[in-house]
């Protein structure tokens, strides 16, 4: 899966992100057919959607960002992982299963709908993970399987967890257009909404 994290070194990679605003909403769907005229609104997620926009337009700077990235992925609507600066670092996930068994070496992050962690994969680089409570070594981290495989493997009842940046799952919620007449003199507009699974 493709990422969008923007730092060329330079700068601290937020450029992309300035002046951007969001709404949380919740995850419905409407269901028609029930008779005529009626429909009923069903919430799929505990976890409401974040959806982006940047009321302003955006830069030349964020738009040259924005597309260089959009266009190395042949401009899809396919779902793709962005690290929202605003987001916290998730701090001593409980994985799954919860406790070692003395052999198990790969655990998943929260697989339940209902937990606050669900929705979030793990930024590579970022993630420490933890045995009953001591910093321990990680072989590796799939962020796409959303998966930690420990170095050595857990013993018999200790608690597993890992503290790392989360990743959103989002998607272009419409193609970006630009208005106006030239480059100079228009506004460029891009909106994203987060989707919880593929």
Same mark, same amino acid.
């Not at 793709?80 to 916290?88: A, E, G, K, T, Y």
């Not at 070594?137 to 590796?140: H, I, M, N, R, Y």
């Not at 998966?147 to 857990?154: I, L, Q």
């Given at each position: 899966m493709a990422y969008a994290v923007f730092n060329d070194g330079?700068?601290?990679? +937020?450029?992309?992100?300035?002046?951007?605003?969001?709404? #949380?909403?919740?995850?419905?769907? =409407?269901?028609a057919g029930k008779a005529p005229g009626q429909t009923e609104r069903v919430e799929l997620y505990a976890c409401p959607r974040r959806r982006y926009r940047w009321p302003a337009g955006l830069t030349e700077t964020q738009r040259v960002a924005w597309e260089a990235f959009l266009l190395a992925r042949g401009l899809t +609507?396919?779902?793709?992982?962005?690290?929202?600066?605003? #987001?916290?670092?998730?701090?001593? =996930?409980?994985?799954?299963?919860a406790v070692g068994d003395g052999v198990r070496l790969t655990f998943s992050l929260p697989t339940g709908e209902g937990d606050p962690d669900f929705r979030w994969y793990p930024k590579q680089g970022s993630v420490e993970g933890y045995v009953s409570g001591a910093l321990v070594?990680?072989?590796?981290v799939d962020t796409d399987g959303r998966?930690?495989?420990?170095?050595?493997?857990?013993g018999v009842g200790d608690p597993v967890h890992a503290t790392y940046q989360g990743l959103r799952l989002v998607r272009l919620t419409e193609p970006p257009t630009f208005q106006g007449v030239t480059k100079r003199f228009g506004r460029y507009e891009l909106a994203l909404e987060e989707v919880v699974r593929e």
């Open positions: 330079v700068t601290d990679g +937020r450029e992309p992100w300035v002046d951007y605003e969001f709404t #949380d909403e919740p995850f419905v769907e =409407v269901l +609507r396919d779902a793709f992982l962005v690290q929202d600066p605003r #987001d916290p670092v998730r701090k001593l =996930v409980a994985l799954e299963p070594a990680l072989a590796s998966t930690v495989t420990f170095a050595a493997p857990p």
